[in-house]
């Protein structure tokens, strides 16, 4: 009994010098945090009926008692083109993929959009907008140069008829 107690203090005293002589803590570093940058872009999604955003489900009702284009309850996905101007031959510098669900009862949806950079300056990178339909979409995230994104985008409908849409995004993303 003495024998294994005397045992016991050594391997205490042994297991507690050697968690102090070890460097198992690191050294501490000051933290410097990355400066946060505000980024403004203009740029335009180019949209076509039938070609870049295509209707995937819909709801089973029989009547459409809203007087809509669009029946109420409608899911549509779309990859359109991101341009620099509203022209359809300018520039295109990404892509815009998301889905919408679209509730034509009053006129709102609730949409998920990403913005993909392949050109330029932000070649690779994305901003991710989940938000309802109103102007003003919230930045929820990004990658690349725009990591742990914030802000909001506005758009302003250009051109709307029964092929295309043409919209004008201005986006102010804040990022690190």
Known sequence: MRGTLMLTWILIICLSQVAVKSQYYSKTRPYHPRPVKVTNL??????TAGITAVQVAQANITSNDNNS???????????DPLRTGPEPDSKVIGNVQGIALLSRMNA??????????NTGR??????SVFS???????VIGGRGKFVMATGVALFNPIVINA???I????ITVVHY
């Not at 932000?122 to 901003?127: D, K, M, R, W």
């Not at 309802?132 to 919230?138: D, F, H, N, Q, S």
């Not at 919209?167 to 201005?170: A, H, K």
């Open 132 to 138: 309802r339909g109103e102007p003003e979409l919230a």
């Open 69 to 79: 284009s669009v029946p109420f309850a409608s899911l549509v996905a779309f990859n």
């Open 108 to 117: 709102s949806s609730t949409q998920y959009i990403d913005f993909g950079f």
């Open 122 to 127: 932000f070649n690779g990178s994305s901003i």
């Open 167 to 170: 919209l004008e995004l201005n």
């Open 42 to 47: 203009h740029v335009f999604m180019h949209e």
């Open 163 to 165: 092929t295309n849409v």
